[in-house]
C-alpha cells in the first residue's frame, strides 16, 4: 500500500485552464502539505494543513487553493494555470512532531 | 529555524561508509536536526532525525556534536542505490508543519561511484 498517493502522476495543459491533484495518506497523519519543486530542484512548501488549520505560504499566488474533504485527503486546484507553474508538486503528511514527513512521489505539471 | 551549511556535491566509492557533514551554527536548543534525501524522480525520503544524542536506524547514523553546532550522516555501507541529493534540516519540533513547513536548501548530491 502506498502511504501517500498522488494523481495523476503527469499533467499537460493548456495556459489559462484549470486543474487539481488530489493526494491521499492512509498513514493516519495528522498534517498535509503541498510542495512545489521548480526546474532548480528547489523544494518550496506551499500549505500545511491539519483539521484545524490552514497554513498559506504568503508567496503562494491565489490561484492556487487546497481542499480537504476529510484528514486524509489534500487536493490542490489551480486556476487559470501559468507557463510559471510548471513544475513537480509534492504532496507530504506527517505525525505531530518530531516526526518526520512522508512524501507522495509527485505530479509532474506542464503548462503549454 | 536555523539556516544550514552542506557541501554541494561529494563522491564516495560503493561499499564504503559516506559521511555527510551540515553545519548549523545557529541552532536553537529546542531544534532538532533533520535529514531528508531525494533520489531523481522521486519524492523526499526521511531518513533520520535527533536532537543531541546519536542516533542510529536501518538506514543509516546521525551523529552530532556536543556544542550541537554540526552534524554529520553516516550511511555506513554505501550503494548505487544511495546516490541522491540528501538534505540537512534544523527545524523546532511542533505540532506540525508551520507556515514554513521543512525548508529545503540546496543539499548534498552524493554520488556513490562503482
Known amino acids: 500500500d502506498t502511504a501517500v498517493s498522488q494523481t495523476p502522476k503527469y499533467l499537460v495543459t493548456q495556459m489559462g485552464n484549470d486543474k487539481s491533484i488530489k493526494c491521499e495518506q492512509n498513514l493516519g497523519h495528522d498534517t498535509m502539505y503541498w510542495y512545489k519543486q521548480d526546474s532548480k530542484k528547489f523544494l518550496k512548501i506551499m500549505f500545511s494543513y491539519n483539521n484545524k488549520e490552514l497554513i498559506i505560504n504568503e508567496t503562494v499566488p491565489n490561484r492556487f487553493s487546497p481542499k480537504s474533504p476529510d484528514k486524509a485527503h489534500l487536493n490542490l486546484h489551480i486556476n487559470s494555470l501559468e507557463l510559471g507553474d510548471s513544475a513537480v508538486y509534492f504532496c507530504?503528511?506527517?505525525?505531530?512532531?518530531?516526526?518526520?514527513?512522508?512524501f507522495g512521489s509527485g505530479t509532474r505539471l506542464t503548462v503549454v | 529555524d536555523a539556516k544550514t551549511t552542506q557541501p554541494p556535491s561529494m563522491d564516495c566509492a560503493e561499499g564504503r561508509a559516506a559521511n555527510l557533514p551540515c553545519n548549523h551554527s545557529t541552532i536553537s536548543g529546542n531544534e532538532y536536526v533533520y535529514w531528508y534525501r531525494q533520489i531523481h524522480s522521486q519524492g523526499p525520503q526521511y531518513i533520520i532525525h535527533g536532537l543531541k544524542n546519536n542516533e542510529t536506524n536501518e538506514m543509516a547514523s546521525l551523529i552530532i556534536t556536543e556544542d550541537r553546532k554540526s552534524s554529520t550522516l553516516i550511511l555506513p555501507h554505501a550503494t548505487l542505490r544511495d546516490t541522491a541529493v540528501y538534505y540537512c534540516?534544523?527545524?523546532?519540533?511542533?505540532?506540525?508543519?508551520?507556515?514554513?513547513?521543512?525548508?529545503f536548501g540546496k543539499g548534498t548530491h552524493l554520488i556513490i561511484q562503482p
Open positions: 534540516i534544523v527545524r523546532v519540533s511542533g505540532s506540525g508543519g508551520g507556515a514554513d513547513g521543512l525548508t
Open positions: 507530504a503528511s506527517s505525525q505531530s512532531a518530531p516526526y518526520g514527513y512522508t
